[in-house]
């Protein structure tokens, strides 16, 4: 049978990277094994759900190809189906009205020191409960569970896990509003949208006991589980807001691709056994197994998300590039040819990490350099450099054929008469041309930015540093 799993957010906030890896991985596993992803917005807490929260989780899922197989299901229009089910509990008896007090549970609580409920409504006569019911006392429902023996489970990632019944209370499945608990929607929902294999983040374990007793109890099939380890911040604790950026949305505004990210967060828990980690979505799919994903904790590494992030920069096409970067910012280049930034493209994209960083770097390509890091004028900028680059300059108004190999012949020749190193000369030149000292290959860019610039932008550097 194809597998059928579901991301399931809570609509309070954006997508984290958390929930964008958890997302992942179930469109990795449906997409390997030809099953489908499907998305259930848990929007059941009215206080903290936002609608704005929903479109943004979907908008950043849109962003990253993590298109969904179905129509969204929204558990806030499924109170009935709930409903439903809890009716059915209550009328086999395998669930009971508690009518216990909050004053009465802290006092036990207190007393035992422990959160555990007693059972104390458990085995209530059907008159006792009607006359509170008469009475108009309030009631939460609990289910019945088993008083002895175990639940254990075979987690794809973490083995086996057994617990106790006496370890499980009889838990709240529907508060004293009538609202159903998460462990009550969770499981009629997967069960109702077929669910073969829950894959979420390991702070779920702890519930899943609670909901393998559900699913016995309504006699339904147990879902597969696979729960994912925890991902942490540099400094070992629990990636949250504390770390910086941590929404998906503010990877794409600081322009990284979803190619990157995606294949980034694959490798938060996996690992696809090859020395290769860099990867398109669709490798990723292929080489993608469950029982690859480790138990340990994943550190977020932002300085390798960078570097994947380059890595598949350099490997995508320029007409790609650019209409990324349109998506970001649609005023880039606009002041030269498609043919031109296409070109600044091919020469600064293996050497940015990201589409806001090679927009960054590719300002001298539109615009003359005015101001200079003091320091690197220090290093760069010598007695006698004014002399150097005066020279160059006067080289360089004699080229009529602007292009790289005569470009190349004539500095290179010139620096070879004067003796002179390549750094003592083409340096100041970048500099001058640039801004900076780094970059790719001077000729190609001065090749680029034309003969014009380069001498307009010598001058100046000569008349101010
Ligand atoms: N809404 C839950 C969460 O965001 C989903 C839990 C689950 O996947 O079962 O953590």
Known sequence: MNPRVRFAPSPTGQLHIGGARTALFNYLFSHHNQGQFLVRIEDTDLERS???????????????????????????????????????LLDCGEAYRCF????????????????????????RSDIEIQSEIDNGNPFTIRLKTPESGETSFDDLIYGTIKVEHSEIDDFIIARSDGSPVYNLTNVVDDNDMGITHVIRGEDHISNTPKQILMYKTLGWNVPTFAHLPMILGQDKKRLSKRHGATGVQSYRDDGFQPEALLNYLSLLGWNPGTEEEVMSLHEII??????KVHKKSAVFDEKKLNWISGQHLAMQSNKTIISDIKLVNDTWGNSESHEYCLNVIDLMKSRSKSLVQLMDQSNYYFNDPTEFDEKTVRKTWKDGTKDIVESVRYILETIDNWEIKSLEEKLKSFMEERELGFGKVMKPVRLAICGTVNGPSLFAVMDLVGKDACLRRIKYAINTL
């Open 50 to 88: 936002k609608q704005e929260f929903t479109n943004q989780i979907c908008e950043s899922m849109k962003w990253l190809g993590l298109t969904w197989d179905e129509d969204l299901v929204f558990q806030s229009q499924r109170t009935n189906q709930y409903k439903i089910a809890i009716d059915s």
């Open 100 to 123: 216990s007090t909050k004053d009465e549970l802290d006092k036990i609580r207190e007393e035992t020191n422990s959160y555990s409920y007693p059972g104390i409504w458990r085995e």
């Open 286 to 291: 292929e080489k993608f197994e469950l029982s």
